[in-house]
């Protein structure tokens, strides 16, 4: 709470893992507990979960951050914002390249100016709302955001102003995503079969988030 550069005093608990105490706190938007990233991106909150078992393991911590996370981005996104898709997160536009987020889930979050809205966003929720996801690909599709080599890297929801542009790393990332959710968690799978994969493992079981 000392660190008043922060958009929100978070609240919380001190917990000890391993005779180490650490501070466990959390934001609050609308009533919902979770713990911010650094500019409330969907990339920056799931992206690690691509390759960690966050979901499986961290059930009571990063796997549920992640899912509130992303119930959070699709209400800002709709509810407060307005806009007809979700999905925001760093990306391509026609002038050069520039971060968004869901300002709330933020420390110091990203702006949601511009209505700019990127498909990766959504393939990053595909494992926490599925049903959701495939409703927002459908919509965004519709702005013709869809090309030769898969989905463009944004679209602004509100002028229909599409970035005919593919970004590697976004690409990359949904393919991934894709792949986890068909085939049940294959990519994890494979890097928890390494040292770097499975020495966390243990501490993503037992630590608590007080966001339940």
């Known amino acids: 709470a000392s660190w008043d550069w922060q958009s929100q005093v978070p609240e919380g608990y001190t917990a000890t893992y391993d005779g180490i105490e650490v501070f466990e706190g959390h934001y609050t938007y609308n009533n919902e507990k979770y713990v911010p990233s650094w500019g409330g991106s969907m990339f920056e909150a799931l992206m690690p979960g691509l390759v960690l078992q966050e979901k499986e393991l961290g059930q009571n911590a990063l796997g549920l951050n992640n899912q509130k996370h992303v119930d959070i981005q699709i209400e800002y996104a709709k509810e407060e914002l307005g806009y007809p898709a979700w999905g925001l997160s760093p990306a ?3 002038e050069d390249y520039s971060e968004f987020g869901a300002t709330p889930l933020g420390m110091d979050g990203y702006s949601a100016e511009g209505a700019i809205v990127t498909p990766h966003a959504s393939f990053l929720a595909l494992e926490y709302a599925p049903k959701e996801v495939y409703k927002n690909l459908k919509t965004l599709k519709d702005y013709g955001t869809y090309g030769k080599y898969g989905f463009y890297d944004s679209v602004n929801v509100l002028t229909g102003e599409v970035t005919e542009a593919y970004l590697a790393l976004d690409q990359g990332m949904s393919m ?5 959710y068909l085939e049940d968690g294959i990519i994890k799978d494979y890097f928890h079969e390494d040292d770097i994969g499975e ?6 079981i037992e630590e608590n988030f007080s966001i339940k």
């Not at 991934?176 to 986890?180: G, T």
């Not at 020495?199 to 993503?204: I, V």
């Open 92 to 94: 391509a536009t026609p």
């Open 176 to 180: 991934v995503a894709i792949a986890n």
């Open 199 to 204: 020495k966390p493992e243990d501490l993503l």
